[in-house]
Every structure is written in C-alpha cells, then in structure tokens.
Nanobody, 120 residues
Framework: QVQLVESGGGLVQPGGSLRLSCAAS????????MGWYRQAPGKQRELVAI???????TYPVSLKGRFTISRDNAKNTVYLQMNSLKPEDTAVYYC??????????????WGQGTLVTVSS
C-alpha cells in the first residue's frame, strides 16, 4: 500500500516562510507527477503546484513567484517552499502523487493534509 506523509505545517506570521515536505512510501516502482493542493475553510480544494518526474513545474498565476515546488526522486519526496505568506494562504495543504506500484498498477494517492495558518 502506498502512502503519502506530509510534514512542515504550522503557524507563521504574515510575510514569513514555511517548507512543506511529502514523502511517498510503500511498494513503489515509479512516481510520476507530484503536487500540492490546498483547501481553505468554506472553499473548494485548489491547485497550488505540480512537478513532473523530470522537474517541469506548473503554478497558478496567483501563486507564481511566492511558492516553489521541488522534488527528490531518489527519496520519492516532494517539497513546497512558501515565502511571503499571507493570511489568505491559510488552509489545509494536501500532497498528491501519481504512483506506479511495484506491480505496475497506477494509482493516484493523497496525503492526510497539513494545516498552515498565517496569522499575527
């Protein structure tokens, strides 16, 4: 069974920075696209960033420049560096990955979410 475990969330003041991590574990043959999504209270889940296995990244225009996604393929881990954080960035951040299991079955996997609160 493949699992994604996020870490790095917490409380930060406006203008501050946080780095989220998400590690995939289990019987993994290959990890394809990995990404981050977020869901604020009362709102729909939205895309934050996606990174392909060869490092190509995609961001919504509204977040480009403040957030940076990266990955370590050897560790099946994806990171999200968040700078110049604003109160409206407060949300639960979810990791997502397209994984090929050791038996070559393809799965879409979600993490349990990590809370980021931006407040003074």
């Amino acid at each position: 069974q493949v699992q994604l475990v996020e870490s790095g969330g917490g409380l930060v003041q406006p203008g501050g920075s946080l780095r989220l991590s998400c590690a995939a574990s289990g019987s993994i043959f290959k990890t394809n696209d990995m990404g981050w999504y977020r869901q604020a209270p009362g709102k729909q889940r939205e895309l934050v960033a996606i990174i392909t296995s060869n490092g190509y990244t995609t961001y919504p225009v509204s977040l480009k420049g403040r957030f940076t996604i990266s990955r370590d393929n050897a560790k099946n881990t994806v990171y999200l560096q968040m700078n110049s954080l604003k109160p409206e960035d407060t949300a639960v951040y979810y990791c997502n990955a397209d994984v090929v299991e050791a038996g070559y079955r393809e799965l879409e996997v979600w993490g349990q979410g990590t809370l980021v609160t931006v407040s003074s």
